[in-house]
């Protein structure tokens, strides 16, 4: 651990000074982070997204990883798990990655022993599973990563009370949704597929619900988990900003105590 954060020292803060953009995924020094795909922007504009800009973790103008592609969020998931190494439980964790990202599955892969993937609908992926119904025995992973796919499923407190009784006790979890700030409570609408009501309301056509921030931690605890929220106080100023990540993102970090 010490020497992970010397190697990245001198890495960012080498000649005169000079910050660099840090990705903790490749650690390119050339790389720069690209604002969100066009893509997002004009379906939000088509559709009068109602919360446009209230993510509280999308850095709309610093998204992607020139590099590798990472996203935001991939890049503060890859900087945490880092630090967890030399701890324990995480050098021997068995793991199971939801719906992986590509830049973070391609780096975490060969870090743990022993480490498996899964998705409702991918083929490359080494369990095809419903998240409300995992064919997994109680208390069988150490840790998991379930990250924007809460949004998706129809009942989510079933998929939150499925990922607690895979982990194992003292097991821990990223767990992350959609969050606008813009919402006190969060909005559902599992009956209405209309592509047009979706991306004006959840942002993105297959979304089922936009999160609040308080009702997402309500979801978590009724699951019976341990939550920590972690936040640019607890990271610091500097790798937030290094990294790209808006200033509001949390990095959700559930327990199974
Ligand atoms: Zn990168």
């Not at 743990?112 to 025995?137: C, G, Q, W």
């Not at 895979?166 to 006190?184: D, N, T, W, Y």
Request: with cysteine; proline share 3%.
């Amino acid at each position: 651990m010490i020497r992970f954060f010397n190697q990245l020292k001198i890495r960012l803060f080498n000649k005169e000074n000079q910050v660099y953009n840090y990705c903790p995924l490749c650690e390119d020094p050339q790389t720069f982070f690209k604002p969100i795909p066009d893509f997002y922007i004009e379906s939000w504009k088509k559709h009068q997204y109602k919360y446009f800009g209230s993510g509280e973790m999308i850095a709309l103008k610093t998204y992607s990883c020139s590099t590798c592609g990472a996203s935001d969020r991939e890049r503060l998931y890859s900087y945490w798990i880092l630090k967890q190494f030399g701890k324990k439980l995480f050098d021997y964790s068995k793991v199971i990655h939801f719906s992986p990202e590509a830049a973070l599955e391609n780096q975490i892969r060969s870090k743990f022993k022993f480490y498996e993937t899964a998705d409702l609908i991918s083929d490359a992926v080494n369990h095809r599973v419903d998240l409300m119904k995992l064919p997994f025995k109680d208390n069988t992973y150490d840790f998991f990563i379930c990250s924007h796919v809460l949004e998706h499923v129809i009942d989510d407190k079933i998929a939150v009370k499925e990922l607690y009784r895979i982990l194992k006790p003292g097991g821990r979890g990223i767990l992350m949704v959609p969050i606008s700030l813009a919402l006190k409570n969060t909005i559902e609408d599992i009956e209405n597929e209309d592509e047009y009501f979706r991306w004006q309301n959840f942002g993105q056509f297959d979304h089922l619900r936009l999160y609040a921030h308080d009702d997402y931690v309500e979801l978590i605890k009724n699951a019976g988990f341990c939550l920590d929220q972690l936040d640019k106080t607890y990271f610091g100023n500097k790798i937030f900003k290094l990294m790209g990540l808006k200033d509001s993102s949390i990095l959700y970090i559930v327990e199974k105590k």
